[in-house]
């Protein structure tokens, strides 16, 4: 079992930086990758980015070059780093945990809201 609780959402103007936290709890030595992912109002949940255990990343062409998926392990936390910030990135933001490289689990989502 992994717990995954998201903070650091807010309503933000663009161009601002915002960072995210996503701390986990549980199975965190069986940990094989986590990621973020976001919903818009209307549509599909999608990838943002994630980091594996070993420390590679990825990222959705969206967010390449504005947005840092990075993480403490001794906090057992994960973070978005969201620089740059625009309207279209307005979303509930998702932690996605995956475990033995094969059980997910997510987190309730935090909202993120970018207007002037």
């Known amino acids: 079992q992994l717990r995954l609780v998201e903070s650091g959402g807010v309503l933000v103007q663009p161009g601002v930086s915002l960072r995210l936290s996503c701390a986990a709890s549980g199975s965190i030595s069986s940990i094989t990758a986590m990621g973020w992912y976001r919903q818009a109002p209307g549509k599909q949940r999608e990838f943002v980015a994630d980091?594996?255990?070993?420390?590679?990343?990825n990222y959705a062409d969206s967010v390449k070059g504005r947005f840092t998926i990075y993480r403490d392990n001794a906090k057992n936390t994960v973070y978005l780093q969201m620089n740059s910030l625009k309207p279209e990135d307005t979303a509930v933001y998702y932690c996605?945990?995956?475990?033995?490289?094969?059980?997910?689990?997510w987190g309730q989502g935090t909202q993120v809201t970018v207007s002037s």
């Open positions: 996605k945990g995956v475990v033995n490289a094969r059980y997910y689990y």
């Open positions: 980091i594996s255990s070993e420390g590679t990343t």
